[in-house]
């Protein structure tokens, strides 16, 4: 199957958005919820497409009433660069879609009422979807910055604490200003559990991150960072120096003779011969 029309097999709704499906029925606001819907289905395809593009493994992408959450296979182990333009694929969609919107109002194809309707919610999710908060697209690319300073397990600790401290700020924001608003408790309530669950696994997903970079297969080198250690050093202290778009060359010094070891050489020792307490001078006698 082309790997394009295979993205439509990984598209499910939440059942959020079968929430606001229902309550837009209830209150005869349908047509604005299929708007919403609208929206959302092709700011997910943006992402997917773009996905599709670099040939990544997705498992799935949910839609939800504010945009969607894509479960990808890669593990941080992808370009930043290529990250970076699948995450922009999804808030780029917005832009079009409001252009075409205008288009079609000016060509008198669109009333007055569904051309408003459509540009604020094509607004409201755009702006939403780019907050720094996990697991938005703000959020990731928060993280993508975050990994071109610090390594793997810093940046993700780092931008779940800033996540966090920008939740607070709009959780109070709203409960000052917008405290009646049903729909964005239920979205607040979604960030605080992705947060909460991110913080939670954060030791599975470092640990997903070493495992994709040993049985993950070859990938282009984007640079080496150059890693240098002691020999009394475990090796998973080590691994927490690892960078996502760096091969590791780890230099142990301490010797008279200087020893370098490749990073797969520490991953074979650590996973497959199951040395997980031993430290790298114990590798080389």
Known sequence: MNRYMDVFTKLSIHPLFWVLIAVGVITAHFREILILFSIVFIHELGHAFAAAHYRWRIKQIQLLPFGGVAELEEHGNKSLKEELVVIAAGPIQHVWMMGAAYALYEMGMLSSYLYTTFF?????????????????????????????????????????LASSAFFFLIALGSLVLNTLNLTMWIMLCFLATSIYL???????????????????????IEKINVITVNETMPLYTIFEQFRRGYKHSVVIKGRREQFTLDENELLYAYFTEKRITSSIGELIG
């Open 120 to 160: 604020w919610s094509n607004i409201s999710l755009l702006v939403f979807n780019l907050l720094p908060i996990w697991p938005l697209d703000g959020g990731k690319i928060m993280f993508n910055v975050f990994s071109t300073k610090w390594p793997f397990l810093e940046a993700h600790r780092r931008m779940l």
């Open 198 to 220: 991110e913080w939670k696994q954060r030791k599975y997903a470092f640990m997903r991150f070493l495992l994709d970079r040993y049985y993950g297969g070859k990938r282009a």
